[in-house]
């Protein structure tokens, strides 16, 4: 390991920890799933677009990053792109406030349009800055000490981000509209700043790019060249393509509990917490064990529990079964969020190729996600929710096998004493 990395290991770790812990508590505030279409609900009864919320929130995220990908490779330094391109993912929650406070001056129209303005801004933000963000990680973080960093950054956000979602829940019962929603986007602006500092104290040693062609070559002569390269990586994105289909249903679990059990809100609350709670702990557990064990395993072991709960659900007689559903998905989604995202920094062999491997693995892989749920959906419309989850789950099969023959642990390959 470099000496300038190890040295300086531990602080970085500690730092961007905290980054991703307050930035977690801030996102708490201004929910992409309760907060902000609630917000968006005190202006408009559109379902169309209040469910364009998500939509604009995945597709801001994975559509920019291959197309950001060349100009990361020219960096001999990430921190300060990154530090610059955050601002574009965080600021918007301060707008988002002062169009809170000004509504009444704005009118609803006005104040609905600039209010999707922030949020496409914000999620586009978060593109941008992520291939950035993720190979500056991939530079200070040695490989067998992603999983943890990961696991243990993505608990302190989810715990604190469950903390300032119950305290939303309370400023947007007791104030009167739009101070309430008001506070809330004051309190996430005033989280990101915190968040923003820890990020700013990261410790980047200044590296030459390490390969000339790459950064010669145009985007999509890069991305030609490893995917033709890289046959482990096209599997992999298959692998990936295909979970998102196979985790489909699980966003139909909560309607399917209240419409066909009748069960309370209250206790669906209950259910989410559970999610929540096994999200936070199972994150750093797993991060261990694709350090010390296989990614692809973890990976593996996050699909199987991704099938097992929607075959329950599809099976489920009552209620009760939920409890341990809800767990099973808290685990299948670690596996696709915090696992996905170490290993597709573990493919490229060098800094100066793993922006554009980022960006492949989010870029090509976002259609799906964005396109799933409304698969989902339609099948549901169409026929019932029961059907859409045994259809994630024969996609699920078909996901598991994938990454069973075909896809190999890159550090693996990479390092035979790995395994």
């Given at each position: 390991?470099?000496?300038?990395i190890q040295?300086?290991?531990?602080f970085?770790?500690?730092?961007?920890?905290?980054?991703?812990?307050?930035?977690?508590?801030a996102?708490?505030?201004?929910?992409?799933?309760t907060?902000?279409p609630?917000?968006?609900?005190?202006?408009?009864?559109?379902?169309?677009?209040?469910?364009?919320?998500?939509?604009?929130?995945?597709?801001?995220?994975?559509?920019?990053?291959?197309?950001?990908?060349?100009?990361?490779s020219?960096?001999?330094?990430?921190?300060?792109?990154?530090?610059?391109?955050?601002?574009?993912e965080?600021?918007?929650?301060?707008?988002?406030?002062?169009?809170?406070?000004?509504?009444?001056?704005?009118?609803?129209?006005?104040?609905?349009?600039?209010?999707?303005?922030?949020?496409?801004?914000?999620?586009?933000?978060?593109?941008?800055?992520?291939?950035?963000?993720?190979?500056?990680?991939?530079?200070?973080?040695p490989?067998?000490?992603?999983?943890?960093?990961?696991g243990?950054?993505?608990?302190?956000?989810?715990?604190?981000?469950?903390?300032?979602?119950i305290?939303?829940?309370?400023?947007?019962?007791?104030?009167?509209?739009?101070?309430?929603?008001?506070?809330?986007?004051?309190?996430?602006?005033?989280?990101?700043?915190?968040?923003?500092?820890?990020?700013?104290?990261?410790?980047?040693?200044?590296?030459?790019?390490?390969n000339?062609?790459?950064?010669?070559?145009?985007?999509?002569?890069n991305?030609?060249?490893?995917?033709?390269?890289?046959?482990?990586?096209?599997?992999?994105?298959?692998?990936?393509?295909?979970?998102?289909?196979a985790?489909?249903?699980?966003?139909?679990?909560?309607?399917?509990?209240?419409?066909?059990?009748?069960?309370?809100?209250?206790?669906?609350?209950?259910?989410?917490?559970?999610?929540?709670?096994?999200?936070?702990?199972?994150?750093?557990?797993?991060?261990?064990?694709?350090?010390?064990?296989?990614?692809t395993?973890?990976?593996?072991?996050?699909?199987?529990?991704?099938i097992?709960?929607?075959?329950?659900?599809?099976?489920?007689?009552?209620?009760?079964?939920?409890?341990?559903?809800?767990?099973?998905?808290g685990?299948a989604n670690?596996?696709?969020?915090?696992?996905?995202?170490?290993?597709?920094?573990?493919?490229?062999?060098?800094?100066?190729?793993?922006?554009?491997?980022?960006?492949?693995?989010?870029?090509?892989?976002?259609?799906?996600?964005?396109?799933?749920?409304?698969?989902?959906?339609?099948?549901?419309?169409?026929?019932?929710?029961?059907?859409?989850?045994l259809?994630?789950?024969?996609i699920?099969?078909?996901?598991?096998?994938?990454?069973?023959?075909?896809?190999?642990?890159?550090?693996?390959?990479?390092?035979?004493?790995?395994?």
């Open positions: 390991m470099n000496s300038y040295k300086n290991l531990k970085n770790m500690t730092v961007n920890i905290l980054d991703g812990a307050f930035f977690g508590l996102i708490g505030f201004s929910s992409f799933v907060v902000l609630l917000f968006i609900n005190t202006m408009t009864q559109s379902a169309l677009l209040i469910g364009l919320i998500p939509a604009i929130h995945a597709a801001g995220w994975q559509f920019p990053q291959l197309f950001f990908s060349r100009h990361v020219r960096q001999t330094r990430y921190k300060p792109m990154t530090l610059f391109l955050t601002i574009q965080r600021i918007p929650f301060l707008g988002l406030a002062v169009i809170a406070w000004f509504i009444p001056v704005l009118g609803i129209e006005a104040a609905l349009a600039l209010s999707f303005l922030m949020i496409t801004w914000q999620s586009l933000g978060a593109g941008v800055t992520a291939v950035a963000w993720q190979s500056m990680i991939a530079k200070i973080i490989s067998e000490r992603r999983g943890a960093f990961f243990f950054q993505s608990a302190a956000a989810n715990l604190l981000a469950s903390m300032s979602a305290l939303a829940g309370l400023i947007l019962e007791n104030l009167d509209t739009y101070l309430n929603f008001f506070l809330c986007f004051i309190l996430c602006s005033l989280a990101m700043v915190i968040s923003w500092i820890m990020l700013a104290l990261t410790r980047e040693r200044e590296n030459p790019p390490e000339t062609n790459l950064i010669s070559g145009s985007l999509w002569e991305s030609s060249r490893i995917l033709k390269r890289d046959k482990n990586f096209r599997w992999y994105l298959v692998g990936r393509t295909l979970t998102q289909f985790m489909m249903g699980l966003g139909f679990f909560t309607v399917y509990l209240v419409n066909t059990f009748a069960v309370s809100k209250a206790e669906a609350g209950l259910m989410t917490s559970v999610l929540l709670g096994t999200q936070i702990v199972a994150n750093p557990i797993m991060g261990w064990l694709s350090d010390r064990w296989s990614n395993m973890v990976m593996k072991i996050g699909i199987a529990c991704a097992l709960s929607v075959l329950l659900a599809w099976l489920a007689p009552n209620h009760a079964w939920f409890y341990l559903i809800f767990f099973l998905i685990i670690v596996a696709n969020w915090t696992i996905g995202i170490i290993m597709s920094l573990e493919f490229s062999t060098n800094d100066t190729d793993r922006p554009t491997y980022i960006g492949l693995a989010n870029t090509l892989v976002a259609p799906a996600n964005i396109l799933a749920p409304f698969l989902g959906g339609w099948i549901a419309q169409t026929s019932s929710y029961p059907t859409t989850f259809v994630s789950a024969l699920g099969g078909l996901t598991l096998l994938v990454f069973q023959l075909f896809v190999q642990d890159p550090r693996k390959l990479r390092l035979p004493a790995f395994a």
